[in-house]
Antibody, heavy 124, light 105 residues
Framework: EVQLVESGGGLVKPGGSLRLSCAAS????????MNWVRQAPGKGLEWVSS????????DYADSVKGRFTISRDNAKNSLHLQMNSLRAEDTAVYYC?????????????????WGQGTLVIVSS | IQMTQSPSSLSASVGDRVTITCRAS??????LNWYQQKPGKAPKLLIS???SLQSGVPSRFSGSGSGTDFTLTISSLQPEDFATYYC????????FGPGTKVDIK
């Protein structure tokens, strides 16, 4: 059974840092591109960052570029998000999600498994 | 690519036919997925590629469209379908629609 379990959320002051982790099990982690998606309280879903299976390809939303760093450790089946210079608007539940392909094309992608999320609150 | 959804919320009764519309700011072919999210839970994938139902998803759910305009239809709303629904494009950097909340009339 595929499982994704996030951890590391909490209360942090503006300008502070936090490191989120996602522990993966039930699938060959090193074969999949992984993502972070966040959801501010009462708001919609926002894609945050993505990392390829080998960490060669990394992307960020403009809203977090230069402040957040995604990484992974395939030996430990873990995904991380280092969040620096945090702002109030970064307050959200952060989900890790696995990206898979439903077809042969490179654009035929889905976020097929999600963790339960970890809450980050940025407040003084 | 910006995604919009309409309506932002709707009230419906069990047994009703419900249609949610999603529009992309440019053509995304059929690279459109639909997710269902219940309060306090992670999103669940319902439909991929605009119209392909995921395994285990009831057949009352269906999706259609291509280019810029897409629809999610629930043919006969069930109690467990009251949730928020999001569209998401995979044509470029992933973006989600703002969501449509379906609640009980």
């Amino acid at each position: 059974e595929v499982q994704l379990v996030e951890s590391g959320g909490g209360l942090v002051k503006p300008g502070g840092s936090l490191r989120l982790s996602c522990a993966a099990s039930g699938f060959k982690f090193s074969d999949y591109r992984m993502n972070w998606v966040r959801q501010a309280p009462g708001k919609g879903l926002e894609w945050v960052s993505s990392i390829s299976s080998s960490s060669i390809s990394i992307d960020y939303a403009d809203s977090v570029k230069g402040r957040f760093t995604i990484s992974r450790d395939n030996a430990k089946n873990s995904l991380h998000l280092q969040m620096n210079s945090l702002r109030a608007e970064d307050t959200a539940v952060y989900y890790c999600a696995r990206l898979d392909y439903y077809g042969s094309g490179s654009l035929e992608t889905i976020l097929d498994y999600w963790g339960q999320g970890t809450l980050v609150i940025v407040s003084s | 690519i910006q995604m919009t959804q309409s309506p932002s919320s709707l009230s419906a009764s069990v047994g009703d036919r419900v249609t949610i519309t999603c529009r992309a700011s440019q053509s995304i072919s059929s690279y459109l997925n639909w997710y269902q999210q219940k309060p306090g839970k992670a999103p669940k994938l319902l439909i991929s590629g605009a119209s392909s139902l995921q395994s285990g998803v009831p057949s009352r759910f269906s999706g259609s469209g291509s280019g810029t305009d897409f629809t999610l239809t629930i043919s006969s709303l069930q109690p467990e379908d009251f949730a928020t629904y999001y569209c998401q494009q995979s044509y470029s950097t992933l973006t989600f629609g703002p969501g449509t909340k379906v609640d009980i009339k």
